[in-house]
């Protein structure tokens, strides 16, 4: 079997959760070169100018563009069904290490309804603007960041990064639905940058439990050393357990996940 690390599945068999014929979920790691969506079929589309440039060594994607007309990205397109059911929630994760853009609109990330609402974001070295919205998102300094979206209804969002809040946002309508794009979004020319991505994932998944740290659908001691590893490396957490909603971690509903969730979680425990 290719080691493209594909999957669409039910909720039953990712999370342990209840059972929806919506449910589905896509992850790429990028362990290998195979590892990438396909560039035409299962709903996958690869768009680019004038040839591809996304390329894969040691597990991490990259996009280099030298040329102010390249681009290179992903579509998915899912008619009527991208959206989540219910009992479930839209989530969106990836790690991004945006190194270099000579001005903003080249890494980015888009999510479009199945009513043709959408939120686009585009990642600058300090800064995440949400396009629709309007609004900067000051970015915290550093390389690689973990991100979440997250929505019950695909009009209100959730951004998370490296596990905590950073916008509660909402959709903007637009006309073209049921479609999630990621890579090197940036038409305009003039546009240069460097970016890297360590894994994507997204689909619909069981609704948050608070306390439930490793998504197997109830709040036990065997939440115990995931907790831990929310509270102490948030991007850590977000890669092992693929499909958690960062604030099942997020006991005392802050926000962020941080010390004062302890005796909440203990309390939770014990209870």
């Not at 599945?9 to 990712?14: H, K, N, Q």
């Not at 994760?93 to 609402?117: C, F, I, N």
């Not at 209100?156 to 639905?177: H, K, N, P, S, T």
């Not at 005392?252 to 309390?267: A, M, W």
């Amino acid at each position: 079997m290719s080691r493209v690390r594909y999957v669409a599945v039910l909720a039953v068999l990712l999370l342990g959760g209840i059972a929806n014929a919506d449910t589905y979920w896509f992850a790429y790691e990028f362990d290998d070169p195979n590892d990438l969506p396909p560039a035409n079929g299962d709903g996958w589309l690869r768009r680019y100018q004038p040839q591809p440039f996304g390329l894969i060594h040691d597990g991490i994607l990259t996009y280099e563009s030298s040329d102010p007309q390249m681009y290179d990205f992903w579509e998915h397109s899912r008619p009527g069904a991208l959206g989540p059911g219910p009992n479930q929630v839209f989530l969106v994760e990836w790690a991004l290490w945006t190194e270099s853009v000579s001005y903003w609109g080249d890494p980015g990330l888009s999510v479009k309804s199945d009513d043709a609402w959408v939120v686009t974001l585009l990642f600058d070295v300090d800064v995440i603007r949400s396009m629709h919205e309007y609004v900067e998102i000051p970015l915290p300094p550093g390389n690689w960041h973990s991100y979440a979206l997250v929505s019950p209804d695909m009009r209100a969002y959730e951004l998370y990064v490296d596990g905590a809040v950073a916008r509660q946002g909402w959709f903007a309508q637009r006309f073209i639905e049921s479609l999630l794009s990621f890579g090197d979004l940036g038409y305009q020319g003039g546009v240069t940058s460097r970016h890297h991505w360590d894994w994507f994932r997204f689909g619909c998944v069981a609704a948050p439990l608070t306390g439930d740290a490793n998504c197997d659908g109830t709040v036990d001691f065997g939440d115990i050393n995931p907790f831990v590893q929310a509270l102490t490396d948030g991007g850590s957490y977000q890669q092992t357990y693929s499909g958690c909603w960062p604030n099942n971690a997020d006991i005392n509903g802050d926000g962020s996940v941080d010390f004062g969730d302890i005796n909440p979680f203990v309390q939770l425990l014990s209870s």
